[in-house]
Nanobody, 125 residues
Framework: QVQLVESGGGLVQAGGSLQLSCAAS????????TAWFRQAPGKEREFVAS????????YYDNSVKGRFAISRDNAKNTVYLQMNSLKPEDTAVYYC??????????????????WGQGTQVTVSS
């Protein structure tokens, strides 16, 4: 099975940028569909972006489309989330997740089998 470790979170002003990293170990990350979810205090964990296994098709929630970009570096076995034009409402703990799903880009939390520990992103106004 794959192990996932997130990094790159922090405090940033509104309009700024951050890049989150999700380092995978134990298995090759490109053999999994991989996603970023986030959870704000008092709210449910919600889908942000995902990238399919192998060919790397991507999908985004409407709230981040055009501002965030998910990518994968197979040589580094790492998935990234580039976040630009950050808003205070992007404040949350961001989680990386992996699923053994082929042929589509899963977006539901229940479809993901492996999770990282999360990294805090705080956007000040």
């Amino acid at each position: 099975q794959v192990q996932l470790v997130e990094s790159g979170g922090g405090l940033v002003q509104a309009g700024g940028s951050l890049q989150l990293s999700c380092a995978a170990s134990g298995r090759t990350v490109s053999t999994y569909a991989t996603a970023w979810f986030r959870q704000a205090p008092g709210k449910e964990r919600e889908f942000v972006a995902s990238i399919s296994r192998s060919i790397g098709s991507t999908y985004y929630d409407n709230s981040v489309k055009g501002r965030f970009a998910i990518s994968r570096d197979n040589a580094k076995n790492t998935v990234y989330l580039q976040m630009n034009s950050l808003k205070p409402e992007d404040t949350a703990v961001y989680y990386c997740a992996a699923a053994q799903i082929w042929g589509r880009v899963p977006t539901r939390r229940a479809e993901y089998d492996y999770w990282g520990q999360g990294t805090q992103v705080t956007v000040s106004s």
